[in-house]
C-alpha cells in the first residue's frame, strides 16, 4: 500500500521527461515564431485598432499584441509538442511490447 506522499518512480520519470522536453522545444519554437507571428498580423491589428478605437493607441497596441504573439505561440507549441511526444512515447512503447 502507498502512503500518500509516495508517487510511482516509472510514471513520473517519463511524464516529467515529456513535460521538460516540450517546454524546451516549445521555447525554441516560441522564438523561432514569435516575430513571424507579429509582423504578419501587427498592421491588421493597428488598422483595426484605429478604425474602432481611433487614433493614439497604437503604441500600446504593438507592444500587447507583442506580448500575446509570444503566449499563444509558446501556449499552442507547448501543448502540441508534448502531445506528440506523449503519444510518440506510447507508440515506440507498444510497438515495442
Known sequence: ??????????GAGFSG???AAA????????????PLLFVNTIEWMQSYTIRHYGY?????VTYCWFAI????SFIVSRVLI???LAFGGLAIVNRLL
Open 1 to 10: 500500500m502507498m502512503e500518500g506522499g509516495q508517487r510511482n518512480p516509472g
Open 17 to 19: 521527461a515529456v513535460f
Open 23 to 34: 517546454t524546451i522545444l516549445a521555447l525554441v519554437v516560441t522564438y523561432l515564431a514569435s
Open 56 to 60: 493614439g493607441y497604437e503604441d500600446i
Open 69 to 72: 504573439c509570444i503566449a499563444l
Open 82 to 84: 508534448g502531445a506528440l
